[in-house]
């Protein structure tokens, strides 16, 4: 009678266990999702940021050439 009263009650409690484990796997699913959304925006951020870069170095790149034409250099 004890042994069923023991295995009664470490199957409960093994019941909850793998209850609250179901929860913890639903919530890392969360989080893993969560975090593919940050790393998608930073992403885009990041190639916001090459697509500035570019535009930059091209305007750079102009005003050196009108600089030149125009003998507007310092010199050095």
Known sequence: MADNVTNELLLEHLKSVQ???GGMASDISDV???IRGLKSHMAGFM?????????LA???DK????ER????????
Not at 48 to 55: G, N
Not at 63 to 66: Q, S, V
């Open 69 to 76: 034409r125009l003998e507007l250099n310092d010199p050095e």
């Open 32 to 34: 893993k999702a969560e």
């Open 47 to 55: 190639n916001s940021e090459v697509s500035q870069d570019a535009a």
């Open 19 to 21: 209850s609250k484990l």
């Open 63 to 66: 005003l050196e050439r009108i």
């Open 58 to 60: 091209s305007m750079q």
